[in-house]
């Protein structure tokens, strides 16, 4: 009875291989970031894997990478498969190790932090159309370190159109045989499934035949700053400031009612589709980073500008210490040897705050906004110029304004209404494509916990406390897609006027009007 016993016990073990050790690969924990569920698993007896499913049926190539600490981007590879992508995990040990090394010399667990994984694809579908997909999913970094398996569901039918079937055929017969000139191909982490079939069969002239695959692959880092102040709020302050007492800035949390709140910064793409700027699609395509409020060194922080400190006019502001990288990526074909470049481009933009510092960072500038200006006078620049009014306030004696005002006035969620612009920390100046990629969403992955992220405080002197204050405030003008509807991102990005008896309101910084034709056009 006993051998018959264990004979079962190994048939049972053995079979459990056979179907893939579901049972020896067990879900611990599950999180959703903008629409991509992550899961972790333990492993009993198989090596830990990644497999990331693709957002509908069909062949896909990935090319992957990770965000670093000091913000630079760390390539895995180019993987392939049918429905479902493995990617190295031996490649994805090697960046999370230099996370580990990072974190600990911050003094903060590996468990709190989870770096973007940047996901640019192309899937030939089961009617021969070529979608693309960009996503920015989270992995944690002390999973990977304690080699856990992990399964990311990228959010379903999130893939976009590139190529119609029809379009496919034509832009083949106008491809030349790949020349050796272009740029190599780097095979070494291509996965044993890759399967040359389903890609695309290329004949010339004389017969002969062969196959190409598209592929995004990362052309540049434009560019990447680490250590820089990313704005939460920048405002323009005109007027009478004399009368200003005292402006204060905070980040703080209305509400917490879970312990698993985690504060994130969401990524942002514009695809180029045959590099014309006619045909940008523009998109929040996930979470960059998240980081378990929990960790959070410092969890409410304030700063306060004196009017003293204010001239008219001025740019004030404050923000958070951080890494900003802006990356392009280009679509190839390749052959299995060599890539050959197409006009297809997409520019991506990845931010996390610096780790060791939350707290607010004040900026004052005198002067009007400027693109060569000081970081709050280049980012109301870019917000006058790319962004529009859409919420007018008027108050007696100051002005107090929320983030999650935008929620309800300027068509956006939570997530979005504390955007951080971000090109005037980049000091970016491609004008054509900066409307699609200026900013990044700040906010809290929960749909349950009510907050506030930014908290703007003006208060005049006493003896001005019946006298008005004014502001405008902006918002994206470019809709970003998020699940099934388009949204702006809204910032704490606003133009306050200090009201004086006998003075003229301020020129629109937008159209340069002003109200008369007196000196008031340095804008």
């Known amino acids: ?47 830990p894997s990644l497999e990331i499913e693709l957002p509908e049926k069909g062949y896909g190539i990935v090319t992957a990478s990770i965000l670093l600490p000091n913000g630079s981007l760390m390539e895995l590879g180019t993987f392939s498969g049918q429905d479902k992508i493995k990617i190295s995990y031996s490649q994805l040990t090697k960046a999370m190790k230099l996370w580990g090394s990072y974190l600990k010399s ?12 940047l996901l640019l694809g192309t899937l030939r579908d089961e009617n021969n159309n070529v979608q693309y ?24 039918w999130s893939s976009k159109s590139l190529y119609t079937k029809n379009q496919i055929e034509e832009k083949l017969k106008s491809i030349e045989k790949i020349k050796g000139n272009n740029i190599s191909a780097t095979t070494e982490n291509w996965p044993p499934s890759f399967d040359h079939d389903q890609c695309y069969w290329k004949c010339d002239w004389t017969g002969s035949c062969y196959q190409v695959c598209l592929v995004w692959k990362l052309e540049k880092t434009i560019v990447s700053k680490s250590n820089v102040v990313i704005p939460l709020v920048a405002l323009q302050v005109t007027g009478d400031t004399s ?43 996930g979470t960059s980073y998240s980081i378990n409020t929990e960790d959070l060194t410092i969890p409410e922080s304030h700063i306060t500008i004196w009017g003293s400190e204010i001239s008219n006019p001025s740019v004030i502001g404050a923000g958070i210490k951080g890494t900003v990288v802006l990356a392009k990526y280009r679509l190839y074909w390749w052959d299995g040897l060599v890539y050959q470049k197409l006009d297809d481009v997409a520019y991506v933009i990845l931010g996390k705050p610096d780790e060791e510092d939350m707290s607010l960072q004040k900026f004052v500038e005198h002067g009007w906004p400027s693109q060569y200006g000081g970081i709050g006078e280049r980012t109301m620049w870019f917000v006058h110029s790319y962004w529009e009014p859409t919420t007018h306030e008027s108050q007696q004696g100051g002005l107090t304004k929320l983030d999650v005002d935008f929620v309800s006035s300027t068509n956006t969620i939570p997530l979005f209404s504390a955007s951080a612009a971000v090109l005037g920390t980049l000091d970016y100046s491609n004008l054509e494509i900066a409307p699609f990629i200026m900013a990044m969403g700040v906010g809290f992955n929960t749909d349950s916990t009510e907050f506030s992220l930014i908290h703007l405080n003006l208060q005049l002197k006493e003896e001005y406390k019946n006298q008005y204050v004014d502001g405008t405030f902006y918002s994206s003008k470019v809709k970003f897609q998020y699940k099934d509807n388009k949204y702006s991102l809204a910032g704490m990005y606003g133009d306050i006027y200090i009201h004086s008896s006998g003075s003229l309101t301020p020129c629109d910084p937008r159209t340069g009007i002003c109200p008369t034709s007196d000196d008031l056009t340095g804008q």
């Open 106 to 117: 911050a003094k903060l667990d590996s468990r709190a932090v989870s770096a973007s994984l």
């Open 133 to 156: 997909f960009i996503k920015a999913v989270p992995i944690n970094v002390g999973e990977v370190l304690d080699k856990r398996s992990i399964q990311v569901k990228l959010p379903r």
């Open 243 to 285: 009368k200003i007492n005292g402006i204060t800035i905070t980040t703080m949390y209305r509400q917490r009612t879970t312990q698993s709140l985690e504060l994130i910064f969401s990524a942002a793409a514009a695809v180029q589709k045959g590099g014309s700027s006619s045909s940008t699609e523009a998109e929040i395509i």
């Open 1 to 47: 009875m006993k051998k018959t016993i264990i004979v079962l016990i190994v048939v049972l073990f053995l079979g459990s291989i056979a179907s893939g050790a579901a049972v020896y690969n067990i879900p611990i924990d599950s999180k959703e970031y903008l629409g991509a569920k992550v899961e972790y698993k333990r492993n009993f007896i198989l090596d």
